[in-house]
């Protein structure tokens, strides 16, 4: 049997031995941006998710037009009969106002009969 005060010393060089400083824990890896770290926890459904992301703008791009042309559809029904926005409105009236003319005297007033009639 081996002496008890031996062991102990045993131990204790042991431990002197593998023993660390003070200041051994205080160092920290410098810390990753945001969009690597997304880019790590996001993995294969990174690919996923770009995949779906493209879709859906081809599917917007499609539906665009159309959107569009429901919205020009109620715009007007919404202003039926008014016709100052009418004539203001580039949705309601796209063609927009007539091209000036040149400096015409009789032109002018045939055009100005034309809006006292109405």
């Known amino acids: ?7 102990l010393e045993a131990i204790d060089a042991s431990l002197r031995d593998y023993s660390v400083s003070v200041d051994a824990m205080r160092c920290a890896p410098t810390p990753k941006p945001a969009e690597v770290r997304l880019q ?4 294969v459904f990174g690919e996923l998710a770009e ?24 715009h007007k029904a919404g202003w039926q009969g008014d016709r100052a926005h009418y004539r203001r409105c580039p949705t309601c009236n796209p063609r927009g ?14 055009r100005q009969r034309r809006r006292n009639r109405r």
Do not use: C, W
């Open 1 to 7: 049997m081996s002496n008890p005060d031996g062991t």
């Open 40 to 43: 790590e926890a996001l993995g």
């Open 51 to 74: 995949q779906a992301r493209q879709a859906f703008e081809a599917v917007a791009k499609e539906m665009a037009p159309i959107l569009t042309g429901i919205e020009r559809g109620f």
């Open 97 to 110: 106002f007539p091209k000036p003319l040149p400096v015409n005297g009789h032109e002018y007033h045939r």
